[in-house]
């Protein structure tokens, strides 16, 4: 079965080092983005929020893109952080998570309407 063309939206959350890096990327390759502000909801750190709006055919190039700038890193929570303490089971010891890469959303769009 053939696949859909459309218009996608692209929601990529990344981390806040990578996300100039990432922004000039998009421009030079004739992306129009939006950047936002946001805050993770389990580390409660900044993070970035992109909406990205573009063509069902140019989603493996802005992937392509968001993979290339986006590093993954390890991070470790101390014990006694308020993310600690937010968690469920208590910590006595360092925890490392993996941040950085980017956690990607892609939704179908039913109208671009710009007025
Ligand atoms: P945070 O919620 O601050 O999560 C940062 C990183 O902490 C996560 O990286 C993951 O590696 C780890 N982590 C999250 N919850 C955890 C838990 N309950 N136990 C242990 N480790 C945990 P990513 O998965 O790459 O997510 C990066 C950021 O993307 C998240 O920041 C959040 O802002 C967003 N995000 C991830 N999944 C999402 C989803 N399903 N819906 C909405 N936003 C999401």
């Known amino acids: 079965m053939e696949k859909k063309r459309g218009t996608k939206m692209v929601l990529a959350i990344v981390n806040d080092h990578d996300a100039q890096s990432l922004l000039e990327a998009l421009n030079k390759k004739g992306f129009q983005a939006t950047r936002m502000a946001s805050t993770g909801g389990f580390l ?3 993070n970035t929020t992109f909406l990205i709006g573009t063509e069902e055919d140019k989603i ?8 290339e700038k986006c590093q993954t890193r390890k991070k470790i929570i101390a014990p ?3 993310v600690a303490n937010t968690l469920e089971n208590y910590y ?8 950085g890469g980017a956690t990607i959303f892609i939704v179908d769009v039913d109208q671009f309407i710009k007025i």
């Open 44 to 46: 409660r750190e900044g």
């Open 60 to 67: 493996e190039d802005l992937l392509a893109i968001i993979k």
């Open 80 to 82: 006694m952080s308020p």
């Open 92 to 99: 006595s010891f360092p925890m490392e998570v993996q941040v």
